[in-house]
């Protein structure tokens, strides 16, 4: 099946500083990608869409501010979580559909689990 | 408003088997999946249905019943590693998915 990467796996960082994590969809072009945060024993939520060439869509209450997304290409999607916080630590994943069929399984990433110190 | 609803946490013993119930309401509907997540990774798709009916995949079977907003899904013969959270997500009208708040399964020798 189609393979979704996501880098880097962990992070720790220091409050005030930034973290970047990528999302790579290895053998297959996705013009959408999503992330999500989960909180401990918690489902996924949506955080925002990324759109490949265009700006992102934010879910109502998320920050695009705070959540930087950059999708420049077909196969890579960044986000940027700027100024990090503590309240900012959790698992954050992202997900990719392939573009031939819009109902299909969403392939996702490993998750990264960041914690802001 | 869009709503998934699925128990919090059930346990079953090894070797037995188990229904995971999921209930929807959706702004339309694309199609429902399940998914199984382990601690501290990302979830893994094991099934999806768009029709109703029973879906079988080896130990796991899926079932969907459009008309009342209901799927389950069936774990067989138990397995330790079968522990695991289980996330059912429609995608509604907009192939937007919507996800439930997942189960907990736990298993017991």
């Known amino acids: 099946g189609a393979v979704v990467s996501q880098h880097p796996s962990r992070v720790i960082c220091k409050s005030g500083t930034s973290v970047k994590i990528e999302c790579r969809s290895l053998d297959f072009q996705a013009t959408t990608m999503f992330w999500y945060r989960q909180f401990p024993k918690k489902s996924l939520m949506l955080m925002a869409t990324?759109?490949?060439?265009?700006?992102?869509?934010?879910e109502q209450g998320v920050e695009k501010d705070k959540f930087l997304i950059n999708h420049a290409s077909l196969t890579l999607s960044t986000l940027t979580v700027t100024s990090a916080h503590p309240e900012d630590s959790s698992f954050y994943i992202c997900?990719?559909?392939?573009?031939?069929?819009?109902?299909?399984?969403?392939?996702f990433g490993q998750g990264t689990r960041l914690t802001v110190v | 408003g869009q709503n998934i609803d699925q128990p919090t946490e059930m346990t079953a013993t090894e070797g037995a088997i188990v229904q995971i119930n999921c209930t929807y309401q959706t702004s339309g509907f694309n199609g429902l999946f399940w998914y199984q997540q382990h601690a501290g990774e990302a979830p893994t798709f094991l099934s999806y249905n768009v029709l109703d009916g029973l879906e079988e995949k080896g130990r796991f079977s899926s079932f969907l019943s459009r008309s009342k907003g209901y799927s389950y899904l069936l774990l067989k013969e138990l397995q330790m590693k079968d522990s695991a959270s289980y996330l059912c997500a429609v995608m509604d009208s907009n192939y937007q998915l919507i996800w439930g708040a997942g189960t907990k399964l736990i298993i017991k020798p």
């Open positions: 997900s990719a559909r392939s573009p031939q069929a819009e109902n299909t399984e969403a392939f």
């Open positions: 990324s759109n490949e060439g265009s700006k992102a869509t934010y």
